[in-house]
């Protein structure tokens, strides 16, 4: 039997129809999640076309991009203050209601960044296909999915039949040696490793994260750098699901129980890739050697070591421009720049252990005069969790401050955002013009080297307080 | 969706490398709940300055690019989130295709669901283009080639599924529909 990757067991196990020269492979969906900005548009086609939502049970909706974070705006009464936002997620309400959907709603205790509650509540599971109206739906690949990003039509296609029509992509292994030394995060990993594939080095491939060094990551880190998949240009990245998997998904709400777990892990043990697969391209890093690393540009693979310097590229009017759009100049050191803003968050950086690491360099220390410190837990759960250990506290005594969930200020669409010229180190994924607000400024870091910068007021390493 | 055949019209030229969609739309223009007039937030902080006024250096501002059909664009565009919005607001604005050498997957698929051509070509045809904006040139998706002005004739790739819909004007939910029996088997299959 010919050795296959994880990629092509899970391709294989979902194909409906296999693909041919005329036309793409029918590829099922075993979850779909939804939210309120990419799906409105896709029950209309349902509506005109007199559709149902082929499988309601598949479907898991809740709202977390346009929602507020401010705590009256959601349990107190106050009104939601962006009044197109409010409508989207009414609209959201009665697109529920009308196809029978369950709707995790604005104020559920389970709600929070669909990318953080699919895993949370153990919806998300080894060997499933996973599809969302956000290019961020990469991270569930965490967990040995194949998990990526579709548009509103596919959210259609989705609602309407469960499966897509998809060409099969190329497979890119990342092979990661090493171990990660300390203060050194999973983001600075995906970081360094999209600094050099470039944002586009995974254009039409899926990616495997493997090694010792992402074997010895927890799932929360895993998920960290399957997020980031999109940033370098691939819809997928995963990592094979062993143990570490196993343990963090037992017991979850809509996990296998009793018996049914057994088998299922009997199953997800066949899962990852044989020995001797072969992958169309294979990329390979220490992760020893990794520094934390922080971006200077406007994409994520515009990105250094933070003890290292601008890069000079003289004749490149691409790279002048993002510059002049950073305010930065060649050669300038990446440390000790004065920032106003700090962002901890996203579906890249607000699970508990995020929070955690950004509370270690919080506790007994304040936010530096002048900077806003905003910490916005990446659910309801999350946000009890960090509670009830104390974190919270920590960073309300630093000064932040401490929110409900939601995607924040990593797109700004909730009205949080950053103002034009204002340096922003962000703990999320995206650092393109404008993505903060127009005219922000953001340094994408991890949430150690975020909390650095909002204690000290400038970007600073976060080795200075982690060792 | 109109079926596509041939696309002519001079060009507009961005040529900058990894335009994302958040700055073909800003997020704050998503909180719509329709797919019209997102045209008017088209590259929106491009277009505009500060102040809400036309920057007059943009390239959309410029007289020569009013009803040009046709955005040639650097390496990558389209990087980023997979907001439908994207495509939509291209084609609102006006824009039928888009060409670069490379195209990033989720706009590509976005684009080919709503009838904007996604045209990858050769590096030299592509430099070409960037140092001739303006040029008059004809997209044939029957022939699947781009007609420079000079009669040179470049060929592109594109998904075959998706050529058939685009050329027919058919959609692609009617074929996923039509798969029900399949659908069924793979679900009794599967439980």
């Known amino acids: 039997m010919t050795a296959k990757t994880l990629f092509q067991k899970l391709w294989e196990r979902h194909e409906v129809v296999p693909e041919t020269a005329d036309t793409p492979a029918v590829l099922y969906i075993d979850l779909h999640l939804t939210h309120e900005v990419t799906s409105p548009q896709a029950f209309s086609v349902l509506r005109e076309r007199g559709l149902k939502v082929r499988r309601p049970d598949r479907t898991l909706v809740t709202m977390d991009h346009s929602t507020p974070t401010d705590t009256a705006q959601i349990f107190g009464g106050v009104p939601i203050a962006l009044e197109s936002a409010a409508n989207q997620i009414r609209q959201l309400e009665v697109n529920c209601r009308e196809f029978g959907l369950d709707l995790i709603g604005l104020k559920d205790a389970r709600r929070g960044i669909v990318h953080i509650i699919g895993p949370e509540l153990g919806a998300t599971q080894p060997g499933k296909t996973i599809v969302c109206g956000d290019s961020h739906t990469s991270t569930h690949g965490a967990f040995g999915a194949l998990a990526f990003g579709i548009g509103t039509t596919e959210v259609g296609y989705v609602l309407a039949t469960q499966c897509l029509l998809q060409r099969r992509p190329r497979t890119l292994a990342i092979e990661v040696a090493g171990r990660l030394g300390p203060g050194v995060a999973a983001k600075d990993l995906v970081l360094a490793i999209i600094g050099r594939i470039g944002v586009n080095g995974g254009t039409g491939h899926a990616l495997e994260y493997r090694g010792p060094a992402i074997e010895a990551l927890s799932m929360d880190e895993r998920m960290t750098i399957c997020n980031m998949s999109i940033e370098a240009g691939a819809r997928a990245g995963m990592v094979a699901p062993d143990e570490t998997t196993f343990a963090y998904l037992k017991g979850r709400p809509l996990a296998p129980q009793g018996d049914a777990w057994e088998r299922a892990v009997a199953d997800w043990r066949t899962l990852p890739s044989d020995a001797g697969a072969l992958y169309d391209k294979t990329v390979q890093l220490d992760a020893g050697a990794v520094e934390p690393m922080i971006t200077y540009g406007t994409n994520p693979g515009m990105v250094a070591p933070i003890t290292g310097c601008v890069p000079e590229r003289p004749g490149d009017a691409v790279f002048a421009r993002a510059l002049a759009y950073m305010g930065l100049e060649p050669g300038q050191p990446l440390r000790d720049r004065p920032v106003q803003v700090v962002f901890i968050g996203s579906c890249t950086n607000a699970r508990i252990s995020d929070l955690e690491l950004a509370a270690k360099v919080f506790r007994g220390r304040k936010v530096a005069p002048g900077v806003r410190a905003l910490v916005v837990p990446g659910s309801q759960q999350v946000k009890r969790e960090a509670e009830a250990l104390g974190l919270a506290q920590v960073f309300i005594d630093a000064g932040a401050e401490w929110r409900e969930s939601g995607c924040s200020m990593c797109l700004g669409m909730n009205g949080d955002t950053v103002d034009a010229g204002n340096y922003c180190v962000s703990t999320s994924n995206r650092n393109f013009e404008g993505r903060q607000g127009a005219g922000a400024r953001t340094l994408l870091a991890s949430p150690a080297t975020a909390a650095a910068a909002a204690v000290l007021g400038r970007v600073a390493d976060p080795r200075e307080f982690i060792h | 969706m109109d079926p596509i055949k041939v696309i002519r019209s001079r060009t507009v030229v961005m040529p ?122 004809e997209i044939d998706l029957g022939e699947c080639s781009l007609r420079l002005p000079d009669g040179r004739v470049v060929d592109f790739p594109i998904e075959a599924f998706a050529r058939y819909c685009l050329l027919n004007g058919v959609d692609e939910l009617g074929y996923l529909l039509n798969q029900s029996d399949a659908i069924e088997a793979y679900e009794a299959r599967r439980t």
Request: charged fraction near 20%; hydrophobic fraction near 40%.
């Open chain 2, 16 to 137: 900058s490398t990894n335009i994302d969609t958040d700055q073909i739309i800003p997020a704050r223009f998503l909180t719509t709940t329709t797919r019209e007039g997102l045209g008017a937030a088209l590259f929106a902080d491009l277009r505009n300055g500060a102040d809400g006024k036309p920057r007059a250096d943009f390239v959309l501002n410029r007289a020569e690019s009013h009803g040009c059909t046709i955005l040639v664009a650097g390496r990558n565009i389209g990087c980023g989130s997979s907001r439908e919005h994207a495509p939509w607001a291209l084609l609102d604005y006006g824009f039928r295709a888009v060409v670069s050498t490379e195209i990033a997957d989720i706009f590509r698929s976005n684009s080919l669901k709503n009838g904007l051509l996604p045209v990858v070509v050769d590096e030299a045809t592509h430099e070409w283009l960037l140092a001739h904006p303006g040029a008059e040139i």
